[in-house]
């Protein structure tokens, strides 16, 4: 049982290059969401997607982009990246066909992304 | 403006005795909530919830309280073990606006249980 992994687990770049977060999930969950966790912020929401090619804007959508071609995979690219966007960023999935069902979302390991 | 708060960043608790960490909400129209832990170079681990219609809900060593008049609630460990120290996130979920049932994160609160 995989569950949900990110890759790569670490990352450094620097300003102003493309850079792809991956996250695979082997639950076919219908949900998938992309966090960023920041000192003294908790988890913010940037993207998340109901279903293959359905996504939406979170809290802090600014600078990122997502696509959802399969339902397992839901990679996050910062097209030029910005020393703001050095955090730890969480992929989660959550199954269950309607936005309120009661289901809670599972998380991957992180990915800590330093930009220089 | 914060809509889920855990004013308490950190709380220290001795082995075996009762940790209580609490959260507070500001939206009348959240109607789930869970309890998440986190240890470091991990993600986060859900840990229990509860909806609005019930005010408990327990799982072993852990009980979660409702209180919707006081837009609070309550994660207690009964009894609290060192495995236990980690941060525990409080989500709350509300279908208002655009946000089709997103869960929105406290800022987390750090326990430590000593031996």
């Known amino acids: 049982d995989a569950g949900i992994t990110q890759s790569p687990r670490y990352k450094i770049t620097e300003t102003g290059r493309q850079v792809t977060l991956m996250c695979h999930q082997t639950?076919?969950?219908?949900?998938m969401f992309w966090y960023r966790q920041d000192l003294g912020h908790g988890l913010r929401l940037i993207y998340y997607?109901?279903?293959?090619?359905?996504?939406d804007k979170g809290e802090v959508p600014d600078g990122y982009v997502v696509s959802r071609s399969k339902t397992e995979n839901f990679p996050l690219t910062l097209e030029s990246a910005t020393r703001s966007q050095t955090s730890v960023y969480f992929c989660?999935?959550?199954?269950?066909?309607?936005?309120?069902?009661?289901?809670?979302?599972?998380f991957g390991d992180g990915t800590r992304l330093s930009i220089l | 403006d914060q809509q889920v708060k855990q004013n308490s960043p950190s709380l220290s608790v001795q082995e075996g005795r009762i940790s209580i960490l609490n959260c507070d909400y500001t939206n009348s129209m959240f109607d789930y909530f869970l309890w998440y832990k986190k240890y470091p170079a991990e993600g986060p681990t859900f840990l229990i919830s509860i909806s609005s219609i019930k005010d408990k809900n327990e799982d072993g060593r852990f009980t979660v309280f409702l209180n919707k008049s006081a837009k609070h609630l309550s994660l207690h460990i009964v009894p609290s073990q060192p495995g236990d120290s980690a941060v525990y996130f409080c989500a709350a979920r509300g279908f208002y606006g655009g946000s089709q049932g997103n869960l929105i994160f406290g800022k987390g609160t750090k326990l430590s249980v000593k031996p």
């Open positions: 639950w076919s969950h219908s949900y």
């Open positions: 997607s109901a279903a293959a090619d359905i996504t």
């Open positions: 989660a999935s959550r199954r269950g066909q309607g936005a309120m069902r009661n289901q809670p979302q599972h």
